[in-house]
């Protein structure tokens, strides 16, 4: 009672500082896109946890699997041991995600965390490789620990901790210097050149659709470049689908339509499927040279995240989901669309891929009051980029059409008082 008559989340989210505090009132409840708050308001929710909640709160398939497991007095926790609900995440991964796609990888658990995922990558690199070093790319975002940190290609986030770590060097994304620029040129010229200070890599980390960096995305070609330069210079490919993977782009990963195959792969944020923490590490079956206790980390054995990860891979046995995702990016897009071109002179333009577009304002402060205004309105939403001048738009995948198209209509409405 004395927390709620202070109310001090209403004002602060966590009592540290170094969360953004966007959303200043006390959530209560939620179903799938909704949101309600202790004032009895709703909310769609164009944030989905940052990518985590894709398959939307208290999705009834999960809940009702989680429910049933823990009335038989199923395993929470199993640190070290193996488990059944292990045993049927495991073999449903191999059998509905990775089998189907003819991908061959052997599954890790780092930790309950993308960055933890991050860290387990860079260390099989270095271990598999022998060498240290790691290629990233600008406005990369791998994680908040010193070593995805100090890949992650945003000073602010560093918050003055005196990183990067020595042995990361940024590159420029695709499209950094303009879309005429292959960057992938840049890396292949300063690997053959003895004097460009950039020694033999371990790895090369790259997210797809740079969730966090401004939804800037990399084209096939430029990934099919990175993927053969990598494969050239005895470098292992990262491909970070923390935030893009589980759907959010249309295809279960969301290099899927590249044609690459990434030397390993993270996942984290959905697959855990209700929000629960869980974190993979794919790696190629040659690269597993682990010795029994080399990378461990006590919440990898959080068997409730097994247990909803298993059922929310149920929405990968057909094709239903990804159609859904299609028409709603469809919707999305032409939505977006039509505000670019009636505000073409406040509105650069639209990024991004799937479920998860945006729309980039020439006055970044824009995207802000839009993300402000539609809070009061009762839409979450994000901004996104180095100057957060991107309104991210990231529903569940789950989301229902009419849910959507209100949000939509909310957003739209919001653009016309903000601009008229
Ligand atoms: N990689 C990417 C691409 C991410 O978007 C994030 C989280 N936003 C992370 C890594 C880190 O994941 P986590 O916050 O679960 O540690």
Redesign the pocket.
């Known amino acids: 009672q004395t927390k709620r008559s202070l109310n001090v989340f209403d004002r602060l989210e966590s009592e540290v500082r170094s969360y953004c505090r966007s959303f200043q009132t006390v959530f209560t409840k939620g179903s799938n896109a909704m949101l309600h708050d202790r004032n009895g308001k709703t909310y769609i929710d164009f944030f989905a946890g ?3 909640l894709n398959y939307g709160h208290n999705n009834p398939h999960i809940r009702t699997k989680l429910i049933d497991y823990l009335l038989e007095d199923g395993i929470t926790h199993s640190l070290d041991m193996a488990t059944d609900a292990k045993e049927t995440f495991l073999l449903r991964f191999q059998e509905t995600i990775l089998k189907r796609r003819g991908l061959c990888y052997k599954v890790m658990f780092p930790g ?7 860290e387990s990558a860079f260390k099989i690199a270095r271990k598999v490789t022998g060498r240290t070093n790691i290629v990233c790319f600008t406005n ?6 010193l070593g ?1 940190l100090s890949a992650t290609g945003n000073a602010f986030k560093r918050g003055g901790a005196g990183l990067p770590l020595s042995g990361t060097t940024f590159l420029p994304y695709d499209g950094y210097l303009g879309p005429l620029v292959d960057t992938t040129a840049l890396l292949e010229k300063l690997l053959q050149d003895p004097g460009s200070g950039l020694d033999s890599p371990a790895a090369v980390i790259v ?1 797809t659709l ?3 960096g401004g939804l800037a995305a990399a084209s096939g070609k430029w990934l099919r470049s990175l993927e053969r330069i990598c494969r050239d210079n005895g470098i292992l490919l990262i491909i ?5 993977g589980c759907g959010r782009t249309g295809t279960f990963f969301s290099f899927e339509s590249s044609g690459i195959q990434p030397d390993i792969v ?1 996942l ?2 959905s697959i855990g499927g209700y929000g629960l ?1 869980m ?1 993979l590490t794919l790696i190629k079956p040659e690269h597993d040279i682990w010795k029994p206790g080399e990378h461990n980390g006590t919440f990898r054995g959080n068997n409730l995240a097994f247990i909803a990860a298993s059922e929310a891979l149920r929405y990968w046995d057909d094709d239903r989901l990804a159609k859904q995702i299609r028409n709603h990016a469809e919707v999305i897009r032409d939505f977006l669309s039509r505000m670019a071109s009636r505000y073409s002179d406040k509105i650069i333009e639209i990024r991004g891929k799937g479920m998860i577009q945006g729309l980039v304002f020439q006055q970044p402060e824009d995207a802000s009051r839009l993300c402000k205004l539609l809070f009061e309105r009762g839409v979450i939403m994000e901004t996104s980029g180095p100057h957060d001048e991107v309104a991210k738009l990231m529903p569940p995948l789950t989301i229902e059409a009419e849910m959507l198209q209100k949000g939509l209509q909310k957003m739209e409405s919001a653009l016309v008082d903000m601009y008229t």
């Not at 309950?112 to 991050?118: A, E, I, R």
């Not at 990369?140 to 620990?145: E, L, N, R, V, Y």
């Not at 970070?240 to 893009?244: K, L, N, R």
């Open positions: 940052a990518g985590a309950p965390t993308g960055t933890n995922s991050v990369a975002f791998h994680g908040m620990s995805s997210e740079q969730g966090e970070d689908d923390v935030q893009m993270c984290s944020k923490p974190a």
